[in-house]
């Protein structure tokens, strides 16, 4: 019979509005992309603009900051000026700091307008200094901070819960004829927080910031944040985002890029293929691998580099890479492309392997 195409993997993106946050596309079929948190005092200036530029170094396209005090407001104007990425101000209760934030030129606000409408009912001017400074805006909500009228409603912060709230946190600029933004429901649950993203996917055309809150410690967190998320991208829902992890911020953005390489929404760059090691290892396997791992950081061309423990089944897997080790005997064959181009004794192996990246990737760059 006549052969058939394979099932494609990832269903095609769903159509969202397409809204800026600075220079990056978010949504209407733009790259998806990874977002983080700085952890500094945002009034600490230099030390959030160096971890901004570490995040920026990381492959991070979209850094936050926390506005909770009139000082961190006052300092935004430089920390927006001087990051290399867009900056998103987030702020919570005081409108006057949402208002600052645009002045200041930040290239989105995180807001809450369920609080502001209930406190001081701004969200028509926010509405109008947003359009005006095309600065576009994050609402939504987090089970922890959902309306009581709601939880009592639904019974707890269920999948309905979280989209009624942000749709109503969204009609409320909607009123005023704004919709330059894009909307998170995000749970610690990553069940309950898939029910609410394809939900809200199915009721609204906004860009979707996917998150899974307070998700936990690093392995916890990564795991909890990739499992969700891969459901998630896998059915076309997801424009942005962020994993969050009580750890560094760069993490969260490596983890949140090695997603999306994953699931090729991101180019591939450099990927260690390493054994698990077993009982034929000669080589401490965990060791190599890690060491390989931080001698290549900061290597942005695609790089496949196996690591292998031993000469059974290493050459072949080796021979896929751009570049691997199978080591036995207290040595290591280097493989270039599937040929052997030397063999090391075993203290060398990091540094050869390193040295032979840093080569391919300077060819790369010049081809
Ligand atoms: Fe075991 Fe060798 Fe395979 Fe590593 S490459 S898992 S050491 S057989």
Redo the contacts with the bound molecule.
């Keep these: 019979g006549m052969p058939t195409a394979p099932a494609p993997v990832l269903a095609p993106r769903r159509p969202t509005r397409r809204i800026q946050v600075g220079k990056v596309a978010v949504g209407g079929g733009a790259p998806i992309s990874v977002q983080s948190m700085t952890t500094t005092k945002t009034t600490d200036i230099n030390g959030t603009l160096q971890q901004i530029a570490e995040l920026t170094a990381s492959g991070c396209d979209i850094v936050r900051v926390a506005v909770p005090s009139q000082d961190d407001a006052d300092v935004l104007h430089i920390i927006a000026k001087k990051s290399q990425i867009p900056v998103i101000a987030d702020i919570h209760f005081q409108p006057k700091y949402v208002f600052a934030a645009i002045d200041a030129g930040c290239a989105a606000v995180r807001v809450n307008p369920g609080n502001i409408r209930q406190f001081d009912d701004k969200v028509g001017e926010i509405a109008k200094a947003a359009a005006d400074a095309g600065v576009s805006l994050r609402i939504g909500v987090n089970a922890g901070s959902l309306d009581k009228r709601l939880l009592a409603k639904h019974g707890g912060p269920t999948p309905d819960a979280l989209v009624e709230s942000a749709l109503w946190e969204a009609s409320l600029f909607e009123e005023h004829g704004f919709r330059d933004f894009k909307i998170s429901v995000k749970h610690n649950d990553p069940i309950v927080m898939v029910q609410a993203y394809r939900k809200l996917s199915a009721e609204c055309e906004y860009p979707l910031h996917l998150g899974v809150t307070e998700a936990g410690p690093a392995f916890q967190g990564t795991i909890k944040s990739s499992t969700a998320f891969g459901i998630l991208l896998a059915e076309g829902i997801g424009d942005t985002i962020r994993v969050s992890l009580s750890a560094p911020p760069v993490e969260e953005v490596k983890v949140g890029n090695k997603i999306l390489e994953s699931l090729n929404l991101r180019p591939r760059k450099l990927e260690i293929v390493s054994?698990?090691?077993?009982?034929?290892?000669?080589v401490d396997?965990y060791t190599l691998a890690e060491q390989v791992t931080e001698g290549l950081e900061g290597l942005t061309v695609p790089l496949r580099v196996a690591v292998?423990?031993?000469v059974?089944?290493?050459p072949g897997?080796a021979r896929e890479a751009d570049l691997g080790v199978?080591s036995g005997n207290g040595k290591g064959q280097i493989f270039v492309k599937g040929e052997v181009i030397k063999t090391v004794p075993e203290d060398e192996i990091v540094a050869t392997l390193i040295a032979e990246a840093n080569r391919i990737a300077a060819e790369m760059e010049h081809t």
């Design positions: 054994c698990p090691s077993c009982g034929r290892a000669q396997v292998m423990g031993c059974v089944n290493g897997e199978a």
